[in-house]
Every structure is written in C-alpha cells, then in structure tokens.
Nanobody
C-alpha cells in the first residue's frame, strides 16, 4: 500500500512561483512513475507532468517551460516536486499527485489547492 500527501499549495499572484511536494510512503520501492495532475474550476482533471523511476520527464504543452517536475529518492524520502513558475490564473486548480507502481497499481493524493489571483 502506498500513501501520498501533497503540500505547498496556496495563493500566489500572477507571475509568481510555487513549489508543490508529494511525499510517498509505504511500499515505495515499487514506484514506476510519479506524476502531477490538476483540476481547475469547472474543468476535468488533466495531466500536467510526469517523471519515471529513471528520471525521464514529460510535460503538458500548457506548462512546458514553466513547470519542472523532480524527485528526491535520497534517504528513502521518495518525494516528488513540482516547481511552478510564471503562474497565471489559468493555472488555478487543485493539484493531485499520482503514483503508478511497477505492477500497474495507481494511487492518488487528496490534492492541494493552487490559486493564482491578484
């Protein structure tokens, strides 16, 4: 069993930055991929970025060049980060951490709210 806890959301002005964290606990040695998704007001959940167990990254076109996903596996921290720069109101959403194991099981965090507003 894997548990995910997101943190780092909040209110930020347009053009500002935030860094989200996703701490994974449990059977973390079976992690294959970690990713971030988001769901804006009145919108469906969409994929934002992903990082594989070997460190390969991918981004949605809407965030490419502004967001950076990374992982810290040192000391078994198993934490994924999403550095978000150049935020705009369109980035307002609940951001969810997602983890897929080597066997294909999928886990979700409860989400952290990011609000971009002046």
């Amino acid at each position: 069993q894997v548990q995910l806890v997101e943190s780092g959301g909040g209110l930020v002005q347009p053009g500002g930055s935030l860094r989200l964290s996703c701490a994974a606990s449990g059977a973390t040695w079976i992690i294959n991929r970690m990713a971030w998704y988001r769901q804006g007001p009145g919108k469906e959940r969409e994929w934002v970025a992903a990082i594989t167990r070997v460190g390969s990254t991918n981004y949605a076109d809407s965030v490419k060049g502004r967001f950076t996903i990374s992982r810290d596996d040192a000391s078994a921290k198993n934490t994924a980060y999403l550095q978000m720069n150049g935020l705009s109101p369109e980035d307002t959403a609940v951001y969810y951490c997602n983890l897929v194991t080597m066997s294909g099981s999928e886990y979700w965090g409860k989400g952290t709210l990011v609000t971009v507003s002046s």
